[in-house]
């Protein structure tokens, strides 16, 4: 048998007869297998929102609990200015916010109608695609059939854009609580039984599934960067080659799926150690607060930066 659906017809022929025989007019396989990969990507990217809307309400839960809390910011990963964990929480919601954004608008393109559409070509059959895009719950009917093809791997890498910039999201989010809980700064306590031990190093806690999260971005953005290449130096049509875009995807949304999942669970254990954040608030975050003041007491600012800036510097 050549794929699933002719599995279904031959089942169905051998049980109805001719009737099973009928089940294929007006239908093509490509138009049939790009109908359930639609059906596909709309079910998951419905999941991978849900997923992002749990670690959401985690971090606003520890938000909620350790907002006031101080932790140093940095630029060029050096100390720059105060910030907060409430700064911190929020900044992750506010990113899944826009995540959620890109979500939908790639659930939304990609929920058009392409049975009836055939091998790309339309049916030179009066068929009723209202009442299909009605049934299969679609938005709309794909009208184009040249585009139904044409659009393989175009709606593809969207998802996969949206997939990557929630991935980019939990890679940077990993590398801050990786940094936050060196012995160093130790402003987080990662959940012990999230993290691995040593086979030779008794003392160890290694982060692994923080820095397997953040590398897993690498493998999303990599499938991207595959799906747009795929797609290229195609003539019009349907074309064996995307076939091949099937399993990058398929694997972005489960690597994403469980990098939400595992995330989720990371935040929802993780301990805020106060005492830590209050040490690491040391004199030189306040810099630029220090010049804002003397610019509050009529010191033109640049005056007061290299007021401030000597002060810092001969420490």
């Not at 002719?6 to 109805?16: D, G, P």
């Not at 990113?95 to 659930?107: E, I, P, Q």
């Not at 306590?189 to 397997?212: F, H, R, W």
């Not at 301990?271 to 630029?288: D, F, K, Q």
Request: hydrophobic share 40%.
């Amino acid at each position: 048998q050549e794929d699933g659906h002719t599995a279904i017809e031959n089942y169905l022929t051998e049980q109805l007869g001719q009737t099973g025989q009928k089940i294929h007019t007006a239908r093509s396989r490509n138009d049939q297998v790009l109908t359930a990969l639609r059906l596909y990507y709309k079910a998951e990217i419905g999941e991978i929102l849900n997923s992002a809307k749990q670690l959401t309400s985690a971090l606003k839960n520890i938000s909620a609990e350790n907002g006031d809390i101080p932790l140093p910011g940095f630029t060029h990963t050096q100390k720059a200015m105060p910030a907060s964990v409430e700064m911190w929480c929020s900044a992750f919601v506010d990113s899944m916010k826009d995540n959620r954004r890109l979500l939908k608008f790639a659930r939304k393109l990609v929920d058009q109608n392409p049975m009836g559409t055939g091998a790309g070509f339309g049916i030179p059959l009066d068929i009723d695609r209202e009442l299909t895009t009605e049934i299969m719950g679609f938005a709309r009917i794909q009208k184009n059939p040249m585009y139904a093809q044409n659009s393989r791997g175009k709606f593809e890498s969207t998802i996969l854009h949206a997939l990557s910039q929630v991935m980019i999201d939990l890679n940077k989010m990993a590398t801050d609580l990786i940094f936050l809980s060196l012995p160093e700064f130790g402003c987080v306590d990662l959940p012990e039984a999230l993290c691995t031990g040593s086979s030779i190093m008794p003392q160890k806690q290694n982060p692994d599934v923080l820095e397997l999260v953040r590398s897993c971005y690498h493998t999303v953005q990599a499938n991207e960067i595959e799906i747009k290449s795929r797609a290229a130096n195609l003539i019009s049509g349907y074309h064996r080659d995307m076939q091949l875009s099937k399993g990058p995807v398929m694997r972005s949304f489960q690597i994403t799926m469980d990098a939400l999942e595992m995330m989720t669970l990371v935040i929802e254990k993780l301990r805020i150690n106060e005492a830590n954040c209050r040490a690491a608030m040391t004199p030189e975050l306040y810099a630029t607060e220090a010049a804002y003041n003397l610019v509050k007491k009529g010191m033109p600012f640049r005056e007061a930066y290299r007021t401030v800036g000597a002060k810092y510097r001969k420490k």
